[in-house]
C-alpha cells in the first residue's frame, strides 16, 4: 500500500512539472497509470504477473452462442420414429455444434468473473473514500461519479457476461446432449427424455435471462439518454458535447438492439421447442447478437486501469483531458510510424519519452515490448538482482547504448497501442463526463428544492 502511495504521490508530483513546461501538448490526469509492474517468465517469453485492468476481452465466439441454441433444430423439427439418415446427420451436427460452443460461454465466464471482482475492489475503495471525505461536497462528487460508472461497469459484467454465459453455456449443454439424445428416437424413454432437454429444459434458462438482460438494456439505455440531456444543456456546443452526444447515440441504439435481441431470442427458442417457424425468428436474432457483440467490442467497450485514481474532478479538468485525448489521437493518426515527434517535446530524450509513456497508461506494453528482446531483458534482470518488477528508474540504470532502441520501440508502443489506448481513454472519459453533469445536475435541483423548503 505504501509503494503504491508512493507512486501516485511521484507521478502527481511529475503531473505538477509538465503544467510548468512549454510541452507540445498537455497531458492532464484523472487516473495515474502505475509506473511499476511486476513480470515472470512463462515459457520463453515474459508476462505481467497481475493484471490492475478493466478489459475489453469480450470473446467473439460469445455472440455466437444464440446459434447453439438452434442446434436442436432437427431433433424438433424432423422429430419422426424412425430418425430419418439426413436427420441423424444434422443432429450430429447440431449437438458437436452446441456443446462446442459451450466453450466460449465458460472461457468468457472466466474473464468476466476477472474484471468484476477488480471492480468490485475499486468499488469497495471508493466507498471508504467517500466515508472518509463525507463533508467535501467537491471530493463527494468526484466519488459519486467514480461510484455511478463503476456500478454500470459492474452491472454489464455481472448481467451481459457472467450471467449470460452462465445460462446460455448451461443451455447450450443441455441442448446439445438432447440434440444427442434425439438419434436413439426409437427409445420411447430416450425420445421424452430428448424432448425435455432439447426442448423446454435447454430453451427455459435463455428466456429467463433475455428478461433479466432486456432489463438492463433498459436501464443502461435510460442513462445513456440522461447524460446527453445534461451533456447539450451544460456544455453548449462544445467539441465536448459533439463527442458525447455520439457516445449517447451509440449505447443507445446498442442496448436497445441487444435488450429486443434478447427478448426475440427467449421467444424464439421457447417457440421453436414446438413450432418449426421459431428458427425463423432464432436466424435474426442469431445475425443481430453477432452484431452487438462486435459494437461491443468495437464501439462501446473499453479498458481502463483500476488504481490510482486522482481525486478532485471537475467539469473543466474533463474537458481538458478530452481535449488532449482528441489531440493525441489526431497526432498518432497523421504520423503513425513517428508519433512522439508531436506528443513529447524532446522526443530524443529518454527520461521525457517515458514519462509520457508512464503518464499515458502505455508503461506495460513497452516493458512487454523490450522483454522481447532477450539482451534488454538479460540486462534488466542483472540491474534488478535477478528480480523483473520494473519502474521507470530501472530503465534509465541500464547502459546508454540501449536509448536509441527504447525510442524505437516507444515510438511503435505509442503508434500501435496508443491509437487503442486513447480511443479506449475517450470512451471512459464520455462515460465520466455524462455521469458527472447528471450528479451535478442532481445536485443543483435538490439545492433549490431544499431552498424552496426552507423559504
Known sequence: MDSEDNSSVNSAQRVSEKENQEDVIKSPQLALASECFTFIKRGARYVPATRWKLQNNLLVGVGFLELANAGDFAANVFNDVPVPPYAVALMVLGGILALSLSCFAFQDFRLGCSNMLLLREERQRLRKSKAVCSVD????????????????????????????????????????????????????????????????????????YAVINASWCFYVRTKAHQHGKAGSEALHGQLAEALLRRRVHTVEIYATVNGITSLLGGAGSLIAATKWWGYVILAVVIISSISCNYV????????????????????????????????????????????????????????????????????????????????????????LDGGLTINSSHLLAIDKHYNPYFLEVAQACVGETGRTLFKYRERYLLEMLGSYLCITKSKSLRTVVDARAEA
Not at 432437454?197 to 435463455?206: A, Q
Not at 467539469?315 to 513529447?344: H, N, R, W
Open 137 to 208: 461536497e467537491h471530493i463527494n462528487k468526484d466519488l459519486d461519479t467514480r461510484l455511478s460508472v463503476n456500478f454500470r461497469e459492474m452491472g454489464t459484467e455481472i448481467i451481459s457476461r457472467i450471467l449470460m454465459d452462465t445460462f446460455m453455456g448451461f443451455g447450450a449443454i443441455v441442448i446439445g446432449i438432447g440434440t444427442f439424445m434425439a438419434i436413439g428416437g426409437a427409445n420411447r424413454r430416450v425420445w421424452y427424455a430428448s424432448n425435455l432437454l432439447s426442448g423446454y429444459i435447454g430453451n427455459v434458462p435463455l428466456a429467463l
Open 296 to 383: 461491443w467490442r468495437h464501439r462501446v467497450g473499453y479498458e481502463r486501469p483500476v488504481r490510482g485514481d486522482v481525486i478532485g474532478m471537475t467539469k473543466d479538468s474533463l474537458l481538458k483531458e478530452l481535449e488532449f485525448i482528441v489531440s493525441a489521437q489526431k497526432i498518432i493518426q497523421e504520423t503513425p510510424s513517428k508519433p512522439l515527434l508531436g506528443l513529447v517535446a524532446d522526443s530524443q530524450s529518454i527520461m521525457a519519452v517515458i514519462e509520457f509513456i508512464v503518464d499515458n497508461d502505455l508503461f506495460e506494453d513497452f516493458c512487454d515490448r523490450l522483454l522481447r528482446d532477450s539482451r534488454v531483458s538479460t540486462s534488466l534482470v542483472a540491474v
